[in-house]
Nanobody, 124 residues
């Protein structure tokens, strides 16, 4: 059983930075591509960023490109999302997800395991 636990969310002002963490309980963490998604009230869950198994390749949604950075530490079974220059429209519940697949994906379906989410609220 793979469990994902997000942390690091909170209430912040626009323009500041925040780092989310996702701790993964899996013997073979390095076998998973990892993704971050978010869901704002009344909206569908959307892709934010993804990183491949080795950490050598990343992908980002256009809305966060240049502001957010995804990284992972395979020795610590943890994936991170560094969020800079936060905007009120970044307000959402942020979820991390793990995918066994070969290809890095921005879609929800390939991801096999999901965390419970952490709330990020950005005030203007």
């Amino acid at each position: 059983q793979v469990q994902l636990v997000e942390s690091g969310g909170g209430l912040v002002q626009a323009g500041v930075s925040l780092r989310l963490s996702c701790a993964v309980s899996a013997r073979t963490f390095s076998s998973y591509n990892m993704g971050w998604f978010r869901q704002a009230p009344g909206k569908e869950r959307e892709f934010v960023a993804a990183i491949n198994k080795s950490g050598g390749r990343t992908d980002y949604a256009d809305s966060v490109k240049g502001r957010f950075t995804i990284s992972r530490d395979n020795a610590k079974n943890t994936v991170y999302l560094e969020m800079n220059s936060l905007k009120p429209e970044d307000t959402a519940v942020y979820y991390c997800a793990a995918d066994w697949g070969l290809l890095l994906s921005p879609y929800l379906q390939p991801y096999d395991y999901w965390g419970q989410g952490t709330q990020v609220t950005v005030s203007s």
